[in-house]
């Protein structure tokens, strides 16, 4: 009888993780055996993952952050083995970059888990599967941070990003260098770097990324220039990519050595979690 082993966190979108779980044991075949554990409470995933049978197959349920936590506990080792993953997170943009919704149930992701970027700020070195978001989407994390701790509502990323451009965030200088090319802006709201092409529920900062390049570029996007209301009128557009067509206001660059540096501290976010008070990040590909 096969045996599915699901890591779930049970915090993942907003503390309904173990539901999740319960609905991954309804889809597996008839008859399979649904073990689940509870990946925050895994000390060494490398050891639990190779303890595994042959036959046993194992499944990731929830969000970005509880993949992208999977893929840090590994590490860059290989896995040996096929994984699998359920979304139940709230914004499911790596499910949404790799064409799949998740109506498509338990689907395999192992070759999308390997050569991934690294990023480095402040005292964190960490994998990540999505993007790094620094400006406005920083500031937004941080903002939906402080509502979790006062209510279990769901997070409106898209009001928090209009409130925050018209009142609340004030655009910062930026260094942007990009192997080793390094280029000055004015006014910068958002200067993501992006393994795939969406974070925050379906924002697009880089249309043309592709998260399975052959060579592992990354690309940096930057929006930049503007005053606040001509921020605000162009930023819808980040949902349909249409913002990269205004070339006087958004540079996307890639390459496989990042170095974002801010002229003031400002949040950043890596998969959803938020890293407060941050004045530069460098990202190797």
Known sequence: MSRFHVLYNPLANNGVGEAAFKTVKGLLPGGAEAIGHDITKIDDMRAFVASLNGEDELVVCGGDGTLSRFANDMGQEPIGREVYYFAAGTGNDFLRDIGKTAADGIIPVGKYLTGLPRVNVKNISALFINGIGYGIDGYCCEVADELKKKSSKPINYTSI???????????????????????????VWLAPTMKGRFFGGGMMPTPAQDRLDSSGKVSVMVYHGIGKLRALMIFPQIFSGGHVKHTSMCDVLTGHEVKVEFDRPTALQIDGETVLAVSEYTVKA
Do not use: C, E, S
């Not at 990003?161 to 006014?187: E, M």
């Open 161 to 187: 990003a209009i409130k925050g451009l018209l009142f609340h965030f004030k655009p910062v200088n930026a260094k942007v260098t990009v192997d080793g090319k390094t280029r000055t802006y004015n006014k």
